[in-house]
């Protein structure tokens, strides 16, 4: 019972990241029509950006994980601006474009930090107990800060004439243009949220990861797997796919193993392709 | 128009000659080059076998992401068939074709319900799916450090012939005879009716359907086809090199094999070809005589991108993209209109 | 002129669909003759091209059925249709742009050009090819496009793609062809000339029905024509009857009134 219980904040914990990714992910596709290959590498920069700034120059944690959102969010200006765009009628080219985004970043992380696995001590000690289950502040952390983020996200994007811009071209981008919106405006703000979203998840990760440059390839399974689960272009699915996934994923690590697990969810991902391909949650597919 | 007696008797003459040289340059080739470089070329040779399988499956509009995990069924398969059955290792390499075959008409029918993006995805999580197996099962598959120790192709030895294929340069005329007669089975069907009906797929599946193309039916055999000789070219790649295992196989690799088909261009039969060709010799001379080694993947992502914004058709579109430029620089007025063909 | 056969080659049985709340087609019934030229007409959103796409194999059907020569062919494929000699033509310039006008039509001749995968490869199906080759060109010539058969496509007027499109159909050898809007966006001029083209097809042997916004064409070619509004059958008759019916105008004069919500 016990490890049920510790079991599920586990899995909450890592809900709380996954949706992060995912919900990035999702914005990017929903602007843009691409599939972001590098979203994992952006997380992984993400998490750099706190074994530079934190744990080698020592400068609060907090700062750094802001200041992994922000650069990475400025990545994603730069993908948006030299690939996505000119790639605007070509989403195959564009998510080509992304893959080979995805080396460049791989590789100047190798020649920043070496391959061997970057080392950050935990910016918090200490732990609370929740019926019995053990939750680290670190990780507790996680989840606050992904619900912030993720509660800030929804309000913004609900409230401002921006949030109403983004779902307009998300929702037609000809109409959006018609209705004065500017789409260059719209998917650049669209690529910072995004990229930037993947690359907090991944600074506030990074104490509890140990990162590597190649931890973006099973980021960027997992994040596939969670919008086909949840249906591209549903922010909303998204955070539910997240969570549903999360669950699954760590309830098999503990009671088989962690290759089973990726076995189990790659094939709920190619289940919910064969049987629903705009996924459990999604509206329409995309043309 | 063209008329069809005597022009088209010298243009296949001259055809032939071409070809008739360059199997001459092949031949000649390995005895240029230094042992480590043979490695190389014999890889080289594998991987042409592989990118212009990838392209047939292109060819109606799907692009996969699990190909080179076929392949690597194709490799398993050849390697256990060789070491716990005592299959013959010629032999063992066919049943690894068709083991990658009948994989890739077992996938066909959950993938081609999907298309486009949903279709690369899907091919990337059965491939995955296929890969953490070969992890997670040591037995037979040896788990994550894979098979090591897979039996070489036999020598030959006859009392007037003996040939050992531990020799790169043997191995690298056997490849090459695989991979020919391959290429022109692929060549061959892209030329018959049935590579006129995967572009027809390609372009408009919808009204070739209505003409009663059975568009799965032709998805499907794209795929087994591409799969077949991906996995001929796995086998020959397991008993080269003599091991395999899950990492060889990831999407990593899957990634060269994209950027050696989008770099060198899918429109034609030999845009992949050039593709892998020019990549490999500027990584493994050119980049490893200036020592940027760890940079590989760097630049095999700038020329990516690079190709993806302004080369489009590849590499192969670059010939005739120059000398129409050539002819419009010299502006012959007979130039001005025509278009490279 | 023809008279229409009394068989009926092709009908639709209490044919519904639906698209999750939203009835397309309502219990639609109607029989189309051997020989005839079938007319299907309707204001915008009656429900015509679902009953199009659901005849051609494109959706199957929420309710109801389709017969081809009295078998049921409900919800089977497109290419399968096809082959029993149902064949659709597509609205606008529906072609492989990236083809030669012959390619096109070769590629229509897949039923008729069969051989196995050996033979192909190893060059056999030549003969079959050969022939399949005269018959593309020999119904280019039908459409008085022969001169025509090297050029890519990209290259031909919109009238002549119209005309490729339906030659593309033609070569499958339908015993019904469905046309999707033949005479959308054509002037008088060849309007004129695809309507002498149908007739002619007809005189083949080929049973046809379509689709049409253009009244002036439907009224003059058809034998006869079905009225469809509101997803469901409104009238059914000979072109002066159907002109002169009052439900007909009043269905349309409704719709340009109400423009507005039709859709």
Avoid at chain 1, 112 to 138: C, D, N, W
């Amino acid at each position: 019972m016990d490890l049920l219980w510790q079991t599920a904040v586990n899995a909450t914990y890592a809900a709380s990241y996954m949706a992060l990714i995912a919900v990035g992910l999702v914005m990017i596709f929903g602007v843009m029509g691409v599939i972001n290959f590098a979203h994992g590498e952006l997380y992984m920069v993400g998490a750099y950006c706190v074994v530079f700034l934190y744990a080698q120059e020592t400068f609060p944690f907090l700062l750094a994980v802001a200041a992994g959102l922000v650069f990475v969010g400025f990545v994603g200006i730069v993908m948006e601006r030299t690939m996505f765009r000119p790639l605007r009628d070509n989403p195959l080219g564009g998510l080509i474009a992304s893959i080979g985004f995805l080396l460049i970043l791989q590789t100047l992380a190798v020649f920043g930090f070496g391959r061997r696995m970057g080392h950050v001590p935990p910016s918090t000690q200490g732990k609370i107990e929740i019926f019995g289950a053990i939750l680290t502040y670190q990780r507790l952390f996680v989840i606050v800060a992904a619900i912030l983020l993720l509660a800030a996200l929804w309000a913004f994007l609900k409230r401002s004439k921006f949030g109403r811009a983004l779902r307009a071209c998300a929702q037609d981008a000809e109409a959006a243009s018609l209705q004065g919106i500017s789409m260059n405006q719209t998917a650049r703000v669209a690529m910072f949220i995004g990229a930037g979203l993947a690359g907090v998840a991944g600074a506030l990760t990074a104490p509890l990861v140990s990162p590597t440059p190649y931890i973006g390839h099973s980021i960027i399974v997992t994040a596939f797997i969670i919008i086909i689960v949840g249906g591209v272009g549903s922010l909303e699915g998204a955070v539910i796919a997240a969570v549903l996934y999360a669950f699954v994923h760590t309830f098999v690590t503990t009671f088989f193993d962690g290759v089973i697990a990726n076995i189990v969810g790659l094939a709920l991902m190619l289940a919910v392709l064969i049987v629903r391909p705009t996924g459990l949650f999604g509206a329409r597919e995309r043309a | 128009m063209q008329a069809a007696g005597t022009g088209g008797l010298v243009r296949r003459t001259a055809w032939r000659l071409r070809l008739v040289f360059l199997f001459a340059m092949l031949a000649a080739l390995p005895y240029l080059l230094s042992y480590s470089q043979q490695e190389i070329a014999v890889l080289l040779v594998i991987n042409v076998l592989l990118v212009c399988s990838y392209r047939l499956l292109t060819l109606t509009g799907e692009w996969s992401l699990g190909h080179v995990v076929i392949m690597g069924v194709g490799a398993y398969a050849s390697a256990l068939l060789a070491k716990q059955f005592g299959v013959p290792v010629p032999l063992s390499m066919l049943l690894g074709g068709c083991m990658a075959a009948a994989t890739a008409a077992l996938l066909s029918f959950p993938l081609f319900r999907m298309k486009g993006f949903y279709f690369l995805i899907g091919s990337f999580a059965a491939g995955e799916i296929i890969r953490l197996i070969w992890k997670r099962f040591t037995d037979p598959f040896g788990g994550p450090k894979g098979l090591k120790r897979i039996d070489p192709f036999p020598d030959i030895e006859a009392s007037f012939l003996s040939v050992d294929f531990y020799e790169p340069v043997n191995y690298y005329f056997l490849a090459l005879a695989v991979v020919s007669v391959s290429l022109f089975v692929l060549y061959r069907i892209e030329r018959s009716r049935i590579g006129l009906t995967f572009h027809a797929i390609h372009w408009q599946d919808r009204l070739a359907e209505s003409v009663g193309v059975d568009t799965f039916r032709y998805r499907t055999l794209a795929f087994v086809i591409a799969s077949f000789f991906a996995g001929i070219a796995g086998g020959l790649y397991a008993h080269y090199v003599g091991a395999v295992n899950p990492t060889r196989f990831s999407v990593d690799q899957m990634v060269y094999v994209l950027v050696w088909a989008i770099v060198g261009g899918t429109a034609t039969f030999h845009g992949p070809i050039l593709g892998v060709v020019v990549l490999t010799v500027i990584n493994e001379i050119v980049l490893r005589a200036l020592g940027l080694d760890t940079a590989r993947p760097l630049i095999y992502g700038a020329i990516l991108i690079l190709s993806v914004l302004y080369l489009p058709n590849g590499l192969e579109s670059l010939g005739p993209r120059l000398q129409a430029r050539w002819r419009r620089w010299r502006g012959g007025p007979a130039a001005a209109g025509r278009e490279p063909a | 002129m023809n008279v229409p056969g009394e068989r009926p080659i092709l009908e639709a049985r209490g044919l519904t669909r639906r698209f999750g709340g939203l009835v397309a087609v309502n219990n639609f019934s109607f029989s189309v003759h051997e020989d005839a030229i079938h007319g299907l007409i309707g204001p915008n959103g009656a429900g015509k091209t679902t009953t199009f796409n659901v005849i051609s194999g494109f959706y199957a059907p929420t309710a109801g059925r389709v017969l081809f020569r009295g078998l049921d062919i409900s919800g089977r494929k497109t290419s399968a249709l096809a082959a029993m000699g149902l064949v659709r033509t597509f609205q606008g310039s529906t072609l492989f742009q990236e083809f030669s006008v012959l390619d096109n039509v070769r590629v229509g001749r897949h039923l008729g050009a069969r051989a196995g995968f050996l033979s192909r490869l190893i060059g056999t199906d030549r003969i079959s090819e050969r022939e399949a080759d005269a018959k593309a060109r020999e119904t280019l010539a039908f459409f008085g496009l022969e001169e025509l058969a090297g050029e890519p496509v990209s290259n031909l007027p919109h009238g002549h793609q119209r005309m490729l499109g339906m030659a593309v159909a033609l070569a499958a050898e339908p015993k019904v062809l469905l046309l999707d809007e033949p005479f959308t966006g054509m002037n008088p001029e060849e309007t004129r000339r695809m309507m002498a083209l149908v007739r002619r097809i007809r005189d083949r042997g080929v049973t046809i029905m379509l689709v049409e916004h253009d009244m002036q064409a439907v009224m003059n070619l058809c034998d006869i024509i079905t009225v469809m509004n509101f997803g469901a059958l409104l009238v059914e008759g000979a072109p002066e009857a159907v002109r002169n019916d009052p439900a007909v105008i009043e269905a349309y004069l409704g719709s340009t009134d109400g423009a507005g919500h039709a859709s």
